[in-house]
């Protein structure tokens, strides 16, 4: 349970970090906050010859809100994401998951950029993202800035459309309308773990929902058929059924197939429940 | 590469350390602080949690040159056997430990939870400790033992 050995560079500046990325080729990889990578370093599940280690890159840890946008630093922690207020007033559905990220000590060091450029499908981020129609900011030394929206990023499991010599700078979240409602529900084996299955929800005072599913696929699936349903006045059996309808789940030791299915339906219901609760009338 | 840092006041440094060396065994095998304990090597356990800067990490997940310029705590910086803390007092007051191989990073996690918030609920204790497993107590005395502690 040692990591292999590989080179390593702590850059000063995000254009130090892109072009060491550059210079390293496909097998350079970027250290956020590690708390995915440095376990698939222990266990030998990868092998990267260099780790270009942007914890020091200072301009990506900012949290800004102008207008409607809010716009957060890659390198932004979860623990300080938890406990923005800005990032509370703004997107309240992150302040939401925050706590059903891992553990305290994982929201320590884990980032929020990383959570995103890693895609696990049974990450809570990456559904939100894909939810309220979150647009990824990336760049690269040979080609800048270029801006993603969430639907076109998550490309499959642990997969992303990001090149590898890119970067993942800052995440733009859409203000949420005063008054939104939101909540998260999911079923894990234990408190902490990645969920099985889950769920999250943001309701507008206009009665239009948001809605994303967690680990019922490769990646994080948005639910548009609900929220079209949920529109129109249908009732949240109707919402979760349609939400469900044509999810194919895949099974593994801890769900089948047709339990998570089943339980996916569940969370749409409960968070939409709760959800809408919380939305102003 | 050097590793320059402060680890329980005290200003610490190693030459020639390794990128892939993590700062659980840094602390262990270079600086000889072997009351930082690894259980599973990958981030599940909690047994290796130390305080960085403020914040509770586990120190398997960090690389041991991630720490240069850190401030570092560890478990060897809570008291001694003849000068306890009052935590580890009321710990032991409560039986909290049993085989005691979890208990640094309980110890570490619960630090930094009463510096953050020196009055926590039974359900605030419980979310903060859930990532830190315990074999032998079934989680009781542990919970009671931040409790004494705390006053509740």
């Known amino acids: 349970m ?75 922690r979860h ?6 207020k800005v990032i509370a007033d703004a997107v309240p559905l992150i302040t ?15 980032t929020i950029g990383g959570s995103i450029a890693h895609a696990d499908p049974a990450a809570e981020l990456p559904a939100v993202a894909l939810a309220l129609d979150a647009t990824i900011n990336v760049r690269s030394a040979a080609r800048g800035e270029r801006s993603i929206a969430a639907a076109d990023f998550f490309d499959g499991y642990f997969t992303t459309t990001i090149e ?23 079923v894990a084996r234990r408190h902490g773990d990645f969920a099985m299955v889950g769920a999250v929800a943001a309701v507008g005072p206009d009665g239009t929902a948001r809605i994303a599913l967690i680990n019922v696929a490769e990646k994080p699936v948005r639910a548009t058929e609900a929220e079209a349903a949920f529109a129109t006045g249908a009732s949240v059996d109707d919402v979760a059924a349609a939400a469900t309808r044509d999810l194919d789940p895949s099974g593994d030791l801890h769900a089948s197939p047709a339990y998570r299915k089943k339980v996916a339906g569940v969370c749409v219901k409960r968070a939409l429940a709760k959800a809408r609760e919380g939305a102003a009338k | 590469m050097n590793v320059e840092l402060t680890v329980n006041g005290e200003a610490r440094s190693a030459h020639d350390v390794e990128p892939r ?97 020196p009055s926590p609920t039974e359900d ?29």
């Open chain 1, 2 to 76: 040692k990591p292999p050995a590989f080179d390593y560079i702590a850059a000063g500046s995000l254009d130090e970090a892109l072009t060491a990325l550059a210079e390293g080729g496909e097998d350079a990889k970027v250290l956020a906050g590690g708390q995915s990578l440095i376990p698939l370093l222990s266990l030998r599940l990868a092998y990267p010859s260099l780790l270009v280690d942007v914890n020091r890159v200072d301009e990506l840890s900012t949290i800004e809100r102008t207008n409607g946008t809010l716009r957060i630093g890659s390198m932004v």
């Open chain 1, 79 to 84: 623990r300080t994401a938890e406990r923005s």
């Open chain 1, 96 to 110: 939401a998951v925050m706590p059903y990220i891992g553990h305290v000590a994982i929201r320590s060091r884990g």
């Open chain 1, 164 to 186: 590898p010599d890119e970067i993942v700078t800052s995440i733009d979240f859409p203000v949420a309308a005063p008054g939104t409602g939101v909540a998260v529900e999911e």
């Open chain 2, 21 to 117: 060396k993590t700062l659980a065994d840094f602390l262990r095998e270079d600086l000889g602080l072997t009351g930082t304990h690894l259980g599973c090597e990958h981030g599940v356990c909690g047994a290796c949690t130390v305080i960085v800067d403020g914040d509770a990490v586990r120190s398997c997940l960090m690389l041991a040159v991630q720490a240069n310029r850190a401030e570092i705590r560890t478990i060897e910086g809570l008291g001694t056997p003849d000068d306890m803390n009052p935590l580890q007092e009321s710990m032991r007051d409560s039986h909290a430990f049993q085989c005691g191989f979890c208990t640094p990073g309980f110890m570490m996690q619960i630090t930094a939870l009463l510096e953050e918030n």
């Open chain 2, 124 to 152: 605030e204790v419980r979310e903060t400790l859930s990532g830190n497993i315990c074999r032998c107590t079934g989680y009781e005395s542990i919970i009671n033992g931040v409790l004494k502690a705390v006053g509740a």
